[in-house]
RNA sequence: GGCGCGCUGGUGUAGCGGCAGCAUCGCGCACUUUGAAUGCGCGGGUGCGGGUUCAACUCCCGCGCGCGCCGCCA
């Protein structure tokens, strides 16, 4: 199941088996087969630039544009810029950089552009009599809009004439009135049992700067009003939402039939929520603002950005989505499946390097002094193709300091004094001693190796229980590696306890930073062997994880790498209990 | 209160009347110059009560429980 399975592909379509469609899939494909579009498949994908990208986002992203992709039709970026008090440029910069990493591109399209548009629409529906300019202030609409079981009161102003009603917005339009004086108003049902329908807003007055439109504008469209809009001018067949629009597609539907235009359907189907983490832009915007995180880009951050910064391929986070599905109910996905797609590939495709994080000094009494090697190393043992690298050996090594016990248990398969382990493509070495400082801290090894080992294989059949990774000291290279662990301790941070803060369960530990592990000095050209679609250095450091060059190198002064997911480790399982 | 959705193994889900599958997690075994990877094995059908049917996890009805949404945000 491995080989063939794509790994690129944000549907579930393999060439084989039954396809098991999803529901969405399943609708697109009955209108195919009725004809209800003429054949055509139109969704989009409409941030609104008020943050950055995450993986949420990712999934909706996968859906909209896998499915134009798997239906051979198009899927539109589409700005949703219609709240200038929460957007900005560098918004949109993020989500249209993010898209293209992730793998998608489709025509970027601006709900600003239609604003006009809107304009003279909202004008048609006030001469039918469908709306009406409010004069109540919000805390007013709020009292006449009633309760969840109470139905609301009709607005004084319901019943203008189509001419005062006219003459109003007009004189919104030009700037005549303050904020939040006035707004425009769909005439619908003041005692639905939805309240969506109670009269919503169209339009309120901001007079606010736009980054695209300026100060054009100082009426801005609400959401309910603009989206089918948008999705109608675009001529979108199957605009996709999540859930909680459900209550609010009756609304969608009843704007664009007042109109008589164009009319897509609406579909809702389940965000994504992962544990361990939080997803809404509000708490990811606070994590940001109050530096609890080093920004939108943090390795720790669900944010496409911070997971791209991790290290972490699009290819994964595409069959990650894909693996996820698409449901039509809320639920929670274990982190560790989006780790385990990202293992999934970066197994196959990450040049193995040797790194020693924490290091321990070896001497090799045997091995002539000022004497060194090369040995033989493979790239890739998942790809052939990867070829080897050339390792120097000496004297003077690193190893891990946790692979050296001095009084081992049982089921620890490392050094240990007496004990013989193999250096990885190198030799078997024997634990002569273990030298301590005045406090009583291991400071070095003194080993002997067998020169008859040479690569790693012991020519009397001599089996050894352990492989260690390694490094020649004189030839090291410094560099400093950022390990990260997950953001909070807690599954689910958004539910929180009386008198507690989401924040309380940050993982203080999220972050630990080494400042001089001992890399194996052709890291770089061992590392450029393999090629990634976003030009991301990335490696494994054997025995440990994964790992992604980060951009802080060049003003650091030495390689700066971010652990993106460790290696399963059965042994730290072991050791826990 | 309304609308919507769900209730299958530890977890997340698939099946659209007759075989319960996938992923993840856990455990065990094999193999192994990464205690990695890989391979194999083990771990389930009830939310409750009715009904339709030769046959229901799958269809229908009622109940229960859970979740989501109800801003001049999107």
Redesign the pocket.
Known sequence: ??ADRPTDTADNTSSDAPR?L?FVQ?IIEDDLRTGKWEGRVATRF?P?PNGYLHIGHAKSICLNFGLARQYNGTCNLRF?D??PV?EEQEYIDSITADIRWLGFEGPVLFASDYFGQMYTWAVQLIQDGKAYVCD???E???AH?GT??APGTDSPFRNRSVAENLDLFERMRRGEFP?????LRAKIDMAS????LRDP?MY???HAHHPRTGDHWCI?????W??GLEDSIERITHSICT??????RPLYDWFLDALGIYHPQQI?F?RLALNYTVMSKRKLLELVKTKRVSGWDDPRMPTLSGLRRRGVTPESIRTFCA???V????????V??LE?AV??DL?KRAP?VMAVLNPLKVVITNYPEGQSEELDAVN???DASAGTRRVPFARELFIEAEDFMEDPPR????LGPGREV?L??AYFITCQEAVKDAAGNITELRCTYDPATR???APDGRKVK??LHWVSAAHAVDAEVRLYDRLFNVENPDKVEEGQDWKDHLNPESLRTIPAAKLEPNWREAANRASWTDEIARV?F??QGYFALDADTAKAGRPVFNRTVT?????A??AGK
């Open positions: 199941m491995a098991r999803n399943q409409p609104e949703d219609t709240n929460k109540l202030s919000a007013e609409v709020r809009r969840l079981t904020d939040g004086s006035r707004t049992p939805n309240m969506n807003a309120r007055i901001l801005y469209p609400m959401y309910d603009a989206h859930l909680e629009f459900e209550n609010h809702e389940a693996d996820v599905g449901a039509k109910f809320n639920s929670t996905i274990d560790t499946r385990n293992r999934d197994n193995r890739n043992p998942e089921k620890f398969f490392r193999r990885r493509y690569g790693g294989d352990g492989t494994q054997e025995r290696l399963k480790d059965t042994w399982k072991i």
